[in-house]
């Protein structure tokens, strides 16, 4: 079966860290990019960060250095490790899965371009 499964959401202190999984099945990482986006009630769906078939990691710009994506192809398993969180970060997490053939650089941030999604897990930081 072809799916996305997040796990890994929870209730965190300011200046806490977290690591997201996403479980995928059905298709190979050799592939397929990979996409974290965030939604808040009320806000568009936002890009985090992807990672491309080759490995490479995009971030949107005000996140680099708090938030690190990875995989583990031999578990199928994409992670993103969340560090510094902040109660802004707050939000339902999503991966996705981007369509193939597109430029990653110019397209990974943009919702409409994914065609598979998780159900999502959610992220609060409160103190």
């Known amino acids: 079966q072809v799916q996305l499964v997040e796990s890994g959401g929870g209730s965190v202190e300011p200046g806490g860290s977290l690591r997201l999984s996403c479980s995928t099945s059905?298709?190979?990482?050799?592939?397929?990019?990979i996409g974290w986006l965030r939604q808040v009630p009320g806000k568009d769906r936002e890009g985090v960060a992807c990672?491309?078939?080759?490995?490479?990691?995009f971030y949107k710009d005000s996140l680099e250095g708090r938030f690190t994506i990875s995989r583990d192809k031999v578990k199928n398993t994409v992670y993103l490790e969340m560090n510094d969180l902040k109660p802004e970060d707050s939000a339902t997490y999503y991966c996705?899965?981007?369509?193939?053939?597109?430029?990653?650089?110019?397209?990974?941030?943009?919702?409409?371009?994914?065609?598979?999604w998780g159900q999502g897990t959610q992220v609060t930081v409160s103190s």
């Open positions: 996705a899965r981007l369509r193939r053939g597109l430029t990653i650089r110019t397209s990974w941030a943009r919702p409409e371009l994914y065609n598979l």
């Open positions: 059905g298709f190979s990482l050799d592939y397929y990019v």
């Open positions: 990672i491309a078939v080759s490995g490479t990691p």
